[in-house]
Antibody
Framework: EVQLVQSGAEVKKPGESLKISCKGS????????IGWVRQMPGKGLEWMGI????????RYSPSFQGQVTISADKSISTAFLQWSSLKASDTAMYYC?????????????WGQGTLVTVSS | DIQMTQSPSSLSASVGDRVSITCRAS??????LNWYQQKPGKAPNFLIS???NLQSGVPSRFSGSGSGTDFTLTISSLQPEDFATYYC?????????FGQGTKVEIK
């Protein structure tokens, strides 16, 4: 069974750093792209970027380029999303999702989400 | 980025109604179009790929159509468990944008 298990909720202050995780199991982690999706409170889904764990090839949405860093450690089947300096506007639910292999590149499996709250 | 615009943003319908949601792309995306369902407090659930391919386990009352710039998600007979928010997503470009969502509420 394919599973993506995300790290737990975080409460941080503005300016702090943060790294959240997404661990895959039940499939060959290295050979599927993993994506990250933001959902701000009461709002819709925003595609942030994706990474191919095999070689760490990473693509970002222009809206998120330079704002976050996506990485992966294939030895532990885990993808990461990190911030170097959080802002209040980073408060959101963050989902990881597996991209299907090949066309049409759907997000076929999703993690349960990690709620990030940034408040002074 | 390719912009995806859904309409309506919300709708009210009764159990048994036929419901259609439209998704329009700012440029042609062939059939690189997926649909997801999200219930409150839950992660999205993958419904339809490539504009019209129903995923395994998704009820047959759901269907998708379209190509190019205009796409439709149809629920033929709305059931209580279908009240949710629906999102389209294009995967034609590397930056794979979502529509803003359509909330289906109980009338």
């Amino acid at each position: 069974e394919v599973q993506l298990v995300q790290s737990g909720a975080e409460v941080k202050k503005p300016g702090e750093s943060l790294k959240i995780s997404c661990k895959g199991s039940g499939y060959t982690f290295n050979t599927y792209w993993i994506g990250w999706v933001r959902q701000m409170p009461g709002k819709g889904l925003e595609w942030m970027g994706i990474i191919y764990p095999f070689d760490s090839d990473t693509r970002y949405s222009p809206s998120f380029q330079g704002q976050v860093t996506i990485s992966a450690d294939k030895s532990i089947s885990t993808a990461f999303l990190q911030w170097s300096s959080l802002k209040a506007s980073d408060t959101a639910m963050y989902y990881c999702a597996r991209q299907s292999s090949g066309w049409p590149y759907s997000f076929d499996y999703w993690g349960q989400g990690t709620l990030v709250t940034v408040s002074s | 980025d390719i912009q995806m615009t859904q309409s309506p943003s919300s709708l009210s319908a009764s159990v048994g109604d036929r419901v259609s949601i439209t998704c329009r792309a700012s440029q042609s995306i062939s059939t690189y179009l997926n649909w997801y369902q999200q219930k409150p407090g839950k992660a999205p659930n993958f419904l339809i790929s490539a504009a019209s391919n129903l995923q395994s386990g998704v009820p047959s009352r759901f269907s998708g159509s379209g190509s190019g710039t205009d796409f439709t998600l149809t629920i033929s007979s709305l059931q209580p468990e279908d009240f949710a928010t629906y999102y389209c997503q294009q995967t034609y470009s590397t930056s794979r944008t979502f529509g803003q969502g359509t909330k289906v509420e109980i009338k």
